[in-house]
Structure formats: C-alpha cells, structure tokens
C-alpha cells in the first residue's frame, strides 16, 4: 500500500524566511503533484515532477524529486504573506484504482509579518 | 484549457434529503473521473473512481449505496449523497482526467456539504 507522509504538518514562519517541506513516499511512483490549497478552496496545481532529479521553479517556490530516496521537498524562498495555505503532495498509484492520487496530510503553512 | 466546473459549491439542506453534486469537463473529454471527500483540516480521501458508461470502482470503506455515481457521458459524473445525515457534512471534490493513465487530473472548486 503507498503510503505519502508529509513534514511538518503546521509551520509557522516570518515572512523573508527560507524553509522546507519534505514528502516521503513509501513504494515506487513516476510521478509527484504539489498543490495549493487556500481555505474553504478546492486544490491549485503547482508542480508535477516526473523524474529522478526534476527540480521545477515558480515564483519563491522549488520543487524537487529524489526518486530513489522517495522524496520530493518544496522549498520556500523568502517567504511572504500570500504564501499562507495548505501544501499538499501527492503521488500516483497504479495498482487496482487505475492511476489515482494518494495524497499527504498536508503542511498548513502561515506566515507571518 | 482543461476546467473541471463543479455544482453547486455550497449545500445546505435537512437530514434524509438526497444530494446530487455535478462535475463537468467544460473543455475536454473526461474518461475517468475522480470524487474526493475532505473533512475539516484533513487531507483529500478518494471515494470512488468512475469511468465513463460502466459502474464507478469504489474505495474500501465507502457505501457504494450511500454515494451513487453516475458517468454517463464523457464530459460529465454526478455523486448523489442519498439520505444524508450529518456525519455526511464534508467537502467534496472532483476530478477528471482524459486519455490514460498518465495524465493529470483536473480538480473543481469543490462542493461544501452541510447537513443539518
């Protein structure tokens, strides 16, 4: 069974900061989702990442995918305000469920003036 | 291009009335779709995958009586929430995907489910 941990679950953090958040992932997948969630919203797409060493860049956010550690990170540059949401990874499987999402628990992050 | 719209975005209704929840790809052919169910401050469970014109494949744990999916065509998947109670409150979210496998999947804005 693939299992997606996230870490941390809650960061709280000043804005011009720099932080990471890790996604672990336990069985082998090609594909890795970052999304954005802000409250009472439903999910925006940031990054797919589809190899070992993918690293992808949009704004003060990287992502990046380590497929033999099963790791992608999402690193946050100088972060502001408008960064405060919900990040979720996600990845594929493709067992019996015809290539679904399996999802972390998500990282609520806040940033704070 | 790619939108998934999704109907309506907020419900409110009694206890045992029955809930039908549309999600529409606006511009593309949707083989398969995909309903998530979130609760408060969780993350996104998947509830069922269905493919257009044969019977949705649903997760262990979810009553396939309880939610009622429908794929009938190839831009458009209902979830009917039948006899709702309040454990049922949650958001729900769809998704789609065309062609295979390997392509993205599409989310809607969500529906928020209030059952009072």
Not at chain 1, 34 to 42: A, E, I, N
Not at chain 2, 38 to 51: E, G, H, V
Not at chain 2, 87 to 95: A, L, R
Request: charged fraction near 15%; glycine fraction near 6%.
């Amino acid at each position: 069974e693939l299992k997606v941990e996230q870490n941390p679950l809650f960061l709280s953090m000043q804005e011009g900061k720099n932080y990471t958040i890790y996604c672990n992932y336990s069985t082998t997948s090609d594909r890795l989702y970052w999304y954005r969630q802000d409250p009472g919203k439903s999910l925006e797409s940031l990054f797919v990442l589809l190899s070992n060493g993918a690293v992808k860049q949009e704004g003060r956010l990287m992502a990046s995918l380590d497929t033999k550690a099963r790791l992608s990170t999402l690193h946050i540059t100088a972060a502001v305000h408008d960064l405060s949401a919900t990040y979720f990874c996600a990845v594929i499987t493709y067992g019996g469920s015809q290539g679904n999402l399996i999802f972390g628990k998500g990282t609520k992050l806040s940033v704070k003036p | 291009g790619a939108v998934v719209s999704q109907h309506p975005s907020w419900v409110i209704c009694k206890s045992g009335t029955s809930v039908k929840i549309e999600c529409r790809s606006l511009d593309f052919q949707a083989t398969t779709m995909f309903w998530y169910r979130q609760f408060p401050k969780q993350s996104l469970m998947l509830m069922a995958t269905s493919n257009e014109g044969s019977k949705a494949t649903y997760e262990q744990g979810v009553e396939k009586d309880k939610f009622l999916i429908n794929h009938a065509s190839l831009t458009l998947s209902t979830l009917t929430v039948t006899s709702a109670h309040p454990e049922d409150s949650s958001f729900y979210i769809c998704s789609a995907r065309y062609v295979a496998g390997n392509q993205p999947q599409h989310f809607g804005d969500g529906t928020r489910l209030s059952i009072l």
